[in-house]
């Protein structure tokens, strides 16, 4: 061999050696990272574990915080709000009602006709449509004039000119933020949630600011009643089925409510209802109790939300949210390493990712998981290979099940409240023989979350069967009620006339 040939073997056999020594290094600063990225993922699983035994504690604290807010005005986080609801449909309510729903991402408007009978239920085009996001924090007059001119333009559709009796029509307003009401129709707003923003209607009347819209367009229309979207779905319940006590909704938010005895209501004492019970709005978005597991990404959603330090429980299990726990777990990866590639703006943007991409994420059962591709590739992240599609469904599966199971346990806690978790509940003067005969119990559910999200809905059964035991299960009885916020509402206006 030549001495140009044996420098140019040298070369190349240093050339390889470099290659091979680069491609070692590449290969194990890429374990490294997706090390670090399986840490964060084990992190995140850890910290939002739910093991049975504590989902029992957040029951009980459920369970005792319900106690306090009813005990006292501003007792507990649970507002426990009076609904001045006593007597629900029966199934004898006659005549139309209108329902106008305003709910924390859509607005629904529809008619019922009832005729009498259980049976007789016709609910006409229920129209839907996203709220417009400049409303969300414009002001009261502009919300509230944007509401009843789409009302108009359904009552003209609807009815086509043929209202010519004359007869005004009863409207019942399903709301879906916390009102302290002062009489069934009648309540003013203690809060907005769910990111709405219009500071000057805190402390004012809705009905009033609704009926005021009304006036002014020359529509003859009376707000009947103002109805929590919780209460509506409880009334379509007990419409269909009087075993049905509690009711809960999943949707861009999470609430809930049950028919308590007034007597247990201790801060209103001397309450008489013809029934000797009443609705409670637990307003149980605000519920919080230590035995919640909480992650970083959990305290800094919160921090960074409209409304820090508030609806904690909310901020765990509804639609608003979940989504945007996943996009924080995803944008922490993409920073600590680089299996997504270059970090994607669009990932640091709040609420970029919806709960509907999540359940399609998660629900994804192409083999090759294109529509996660898509989805992130909606997120700016590209060409991701399938190892790491299936992390994204791994976090999906995550923050959605927890959510599932702590909203069980939230159930749970409102049945041990009222005796019907088999346990005995807390006694409050119940007695012996009422807590020992377990009674069938329905739970109306509603809201887009639970409706549309097939894996939210089974963790939340299966966590509810889990907590309750097999033989309590049975008289438990978990009912979907879609639309039922407002065809609810419109069936308690009626109520109201009969
Ligand atoms: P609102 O909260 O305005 O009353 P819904 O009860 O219909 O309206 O809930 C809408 C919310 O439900 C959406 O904002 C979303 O968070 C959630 N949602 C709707 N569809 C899905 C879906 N396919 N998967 C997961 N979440 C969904
Ligand atoms: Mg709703």
């Known amino acids: 061999m030549g001495k140009v040939a044996v420098a140019f073997a040298a070369v190349a056999v240093v050339a390889a050696c470099s290659v091979a020594a680069v491609m070692v290094d590449r290969r194990m600063k890429s374990r490294r990272k997706w090390r670090t990225v399986v840490e964060i993922l084990k992190e995140l699983e ?8 504590r989902l029992r504690q957040v029951v009980d604290a459920m369970a005792v915080e319900m106690h306090a807010g009813l005990a006292s005005e501003g007792g507990s986080k649970l507002k426990m709000l009076l609904t001045f609801v006593d007597d629900l449909p029966t199934g004898r309510e006659k005549g139309t009602y209108y329902a ?3 709910g924390g991402t859509y607005f629904r408007i529809l008619r019922v006709l009832l005729g009498g009978q ?15 996001s400049h409303l969300m924090n414009s002001t009261s007059e502009v919300l509230f004039n944007f509401l009843a001119f789409s009302l108009e333009r359904f009552i003209e559709k609807e009815e086509n000119g043929s209202n010519s009796q004359g007869v005004r029509r009863e409207l019942a307003f399903t709301f879906s933020f916390p009102v302290k009401h002062t009489s069934i129709s009648s309540g003013v707003l203690i809060k907005w949630t769910k990111g709405f923003e219009i500071s000057e209607m805190v402390g004012q009347d809705i009905a009033e600011c609704l009926q005021g819209a009304l006036n002014r367009r020359g529509l003859d229309m009376h707000v009947g009643a103002l109805v929590n979207d919780t209460v509506g779905a409880l009334s379509l319940g007990y419409y269909h089925d009087p075993d049905t006590v509690v009711a809960v909704v999943f949707g861009t938010g999470s609430n809930a409510c049950y ?20 609705v409670v709005n637990m307003e149980w978005g605000n519920f919080w109790s230590s035995h919640l597991p909480r992650t970083s990404y959990d305290i800094d959603l919160d921090a960074e939300s409209s409304n820090a330090n508030d609806m904690g429980f909310e901020k765990m299990i509804s639609g608003m949210y ?13 920073q600590e390493s680089d299996i997504f590639g270059p970090i994607s703006p669009v990932l640091s943007e ?40 299936k992390l994204v469904v791994k976090i999906c599966d995550v923050v959605t099940r927890r959510a ?17 978790d088999g346990s005995g509940g807390i006694t409050s003067g119940r007695s012996r023989s009422e807590i020992q005969m377990q009674k069938r119990t329905v739970v109306a559910v509603e809201g887009g979350l639970y409706m549309n999200y097939t894996m939210f809905r089974e963790y939340m059964e299966e966590a509810l069967v889990e907590i309750l035991g097999e033989e309590v299960s049975q008289y438990v009885v978990v009912k979907a009620m879609e639309d039922g916020s ?13």
Do not use: F, W
Request: aromatic share 2%; charged share 25%; glycine share 8%.
């Open 46 to 53: 850890d910290d939002c574990d739910t093991p049975v035994g």
């Open 100 to 102: 106008l729903h305003l």
């Open 118 to 132: 259980r049976s007789y239920l016709d609910v006409q085009d229920v129209e839907r449509h996203p709220i417009p």
């Open 259 to 278: 028919l308590e005895r007034t007597d247990a209501i201790i801060k209103c004492q001397g309450l008489l209802t013809t029934s000797g019970s009443m």
């Open 322 to 334: 979940l989504g945007d726990i996943v996009r924080r777990v995803i944008l922490r990866m993409s």
């Open 350 to 389: 709040p609420y970029i990712l919806r709960t509907n991409s999540v359940s399609a994420m998660h629900e994804d059962d192409t083999p090759e998981l294109q529509e996660v591709a898509r989805i992130l590739k909606d997120l700016g992240v590209s060409d991701v290979p399938v190892k790491v599609r």
């Open 404 to 420: 599932g199971r702590l909203a069980a346990a939230g159930i749970a806690g409102i049945l041990k409240k009222i005796g019907r």
């Open 486 to 498: 407002s065809i609810g509402s419109a069936l308690l206006v009626a109520s109201l006339q009969s």
